[in-house]
């Protein structure tokens, strides 16, 4: 009997999510250059800003294995949950680190000005400040989802034809 030969293409969920990730980070530089005025290529590889990568690619991912497999099968509910949870921590967890990170840096500039108003007080200031822009606002959120979901629906319909 013959060996069917290996099949070495790389998983079509995973180029959709990762495909929605780098598009979401390019998007990036658009919505700084619209918003500000200056166009910053950093942008594309930064945390938080307009839309979320971490929600296009999950919602990528969920909405290619619905597409593909149906609403009702353990994979799109796995990917769902995944995805939710995902969504949750940006625009929650990781965006109210940002904002005490933020916190942080003003009460530390708050410390150098007293710092030399009392020489007898000992203050070293760190060389870098914390990193404030973490996670993502509600809207960058859904932006980044929808991004995704369109980006995984024509994913699977692609892969159909």
Not at 82 to 93: H, K, P, R, S, W
Not at 94 to 109: P, W
Not at 123 to 129: A, H, I, L, Q, T
């Given at each position: 009997?013959?060996?069917?030969?290996?099949?070495?293409?790389?998983?079509?969920?995973?180029?959709?999510?990762?495909?929605?990730?780098?598009?979401?980070?390019?998007?990036?530089?658009?919505?700084?250059?619209?918003?500000?005025?200056?166009?910053?290529?950093?942008?594309?590889?930064?945390?938080?800003?307009?839309?979320?990568?971490?929600?296009?690619?999950?919602?990528?991912?969920?909405?290619?294995?619905?597409?593909?497999?149906?609403?009702?099968?353990?994979?799109?509910?796995?990917?769902?949950?995944?995805?939710?949870?995902?969504?949750?921590?940006?625009?929650?967890i990781r965006r109210h680190t940002g904002e005490i990170a933020q916190l942080v840096n003003d009460l530390e500039d708050q410390f150098s000005k007293?710092?030399?108003?009392?020489?007898?007080?000992?203050?070293?200031?760190?060389?870098?400040?914390?990193?404030?822009?973490?996670?993502?606002?509600?809207?960058?959120?859904?932006?980044?989802?929808?991004?995704?979901?369109?980006?995984?629906?024509?994913?699977?319909?692609?892969?159909?034809?």
């Amino acid at each position: 009997m013959k060996q069917p030969k290996p099949d070495y293409r790389m998983n079509r969920g995973i180029l959709t999510a990762i495909g929605a990730i780098g598009i979401a980070q390019g998007l990036k530089i658009l919505t700084h250059k619209k918003v500000t005025g200056k166009w910053e290529v950093k942008k594309a590889i930064s945390t938080g800003g307009m839309p979320s990568s971490h929600s296009a690619g999950v919602s990528a991912l969920a909405s290619y294995v619905a597409a593909n497999k149906g609403f009702r099968h353990t994979e799109t509910a796995l990917a769902v949950t995944f995805g939710i949870i995902v969504m949750y921590d940006a625009q929650g967890i990781r965006r109210h680190t940002g904002e005490i990170a933020q916190l942080v840096n003003d009460l530390e500039d708050q410390f150098s000005k007293i710092s030399g108003e009392f020489p007898s007080y000992e203050f070293v200031e760190r060389d870098k400040e914390l990193k404030e822009l973490l996670g993502h606002q509600p809207v960058e959120v859904v932006a980044g989802a929808l991004l995704g979901t369109l980006l995984g629906i024509g994913s699977a319909k692609l892969e159909g034809k």
